[in-house]
């Protein structure tokens, strides 16, 4: 199996990462990060850059696509090489993922019309703009098409996939391997969850993102 995961610049680097610790594991499995082209791709913090090995067009038929969020996500809403090659590699059989913003990236190329799909709480309403139904959750899987909501939601969303894709057993083990078993210090992770004096206080250090 072929994961093909998205990058571009100012992307956020748990969109990515996450997905990517998690089906990378799966076994006969390759993961390989692509972009418009290839070389280091710089993250939304500026401090890290991921190598991004194969151009879009390098990789034909990959039989899972990751699209991450981030600021960078406003810049690839256009028509242009990425939808079109999103377009091209949606096929039966394949599975199109994304996580936070990236759905709206999907959605911007056409293929999310008429299906269900979440993104970070903060976008999820620009759905509707592109014919996609929104939904308050956390991972919501419409046909071949498998949505995570916001940054840290990707490692859900791909132990959600994987557990479709290579079975329950396999994914409790690959989790075991991550020890993904979140005890969150703080019980403001949603928007509903949160106090409005969190919600001003994100927008106040935030303002400039």
């Not at 709206?104 to 309403?125: Q, V, Y």
């Amino acid at each position: 199996m072929r994961v093909a995961i998205v990058l571009y610049p100012d992307f956020t680097a748990l969109d990515v990462i996450g997905p990517y610790e998690v089906l990378g594991r799966l076994p006969d499995t390759e993961a390989v990060f692509v972009a418009e082209s290839p070389g280091l791709v710089r993250n939304d913090l500026g401090g890290l850059s991921i190598d991004a090995v194969a151009r879009l067009d390098d990789v034909p038929e990959p039989d899972v696509v990751v699209v991450g969020g981030g600021p960078g996500q406003a810049d690839q809403m256009s028509d242009g090489p990425l939808h079109a090659w999103l377009r091209r590699v949606d096929r039966p059989g394949a599975w199109l993922t994304s996580v936070c913003t990236g759905s709206l990236i999907l959605a911007a190329a056409g293929l999310l019309t008429g299906r269900r799909a979440t993104s970070h709480w903060g976008a999820l309403e620009q759905l509707t703009e592109f014919g996609a139904t929104p939904v308050k959750e956390r991972v919501v899987i419409d046909g071949h098409f498998a949505t995570g909501a916001g940054v840290s939601a990707g490692i859900d969303m791909a132990l959600t996939l994987a557990g479709l894709i290579a079975g329950d057993d396999v994914v409790r083990a690959v989790r075991l391997l991550i020890e993904y078993a979140p005890r969150p210090p703080y019980d403001s992770g949603t928007r509903d969850t949160a106090s409005p004096e969190v919600v001003e206080k994100l927008f106040t250090l935030f303002a400039h993102d």
